[in-house]
């Protein structure tokens, strides 16, 4: 399980960065296409649903690599065994909460399978209201990995900066 994690990391990753490249390409074509007369109104819409796909992607990839911001000025302050209880409700608080998102984003998406994005014929909302779910749903495995490593690492001492 922790290998397909990984190779889905590296999808993950090629995913968004693939899609970001592609959101200042439709950008920019859409911005010349108007300098020249003819304008792609659409290029604007698709890469705003980019941008949502890789916002989450990128969110799940942020929490694997432990960057997303954090404030431990009070938790480096406790007992070991203090902070490694405070970090397991952390995680239990996390994977409660990317849950619910899950579930109300699939939800989400269901509901609003027969709008149109943007106005885009042929193209449901739904695609890019799945970017929830599905971005929630990878943190959430990754939310278990990483309470999986903490339980197992046990109490550790705070470590001290230079």
Known sequence: MRSFHRHLGRAEAVIAGSFL????VLIFAG???????????WSGDIATALF???CFLSA?????HNALMSVDLLV???APSARHFLGIAKHLIVLAFL????VAGLWLAWISRN?????LPNVSYSIVTLSL???CALMFLTSVFKLVDHVKAGPQPAAVEP
Do not use: S
């Open 21 to 24: 490249v592609l959101m200042v």
């Open 31 to 41: 911005g010349v296409g108007r300098l020249m007369g003819y304008p792609l109104n």
């Open 52 to 54: 949502a796909w890789a």
């Open 60 to 64: 799940d990839i942020a929490w694997r």
């Open 76 to 78: 480096d302050r406790l």
């Open 99 to 102: 849950g619910f998102i899950v």
């Open 115 to 119: 709008r149109t994005f943007q106005g």
């Open 133 to 135: 779910p599905v971005g």
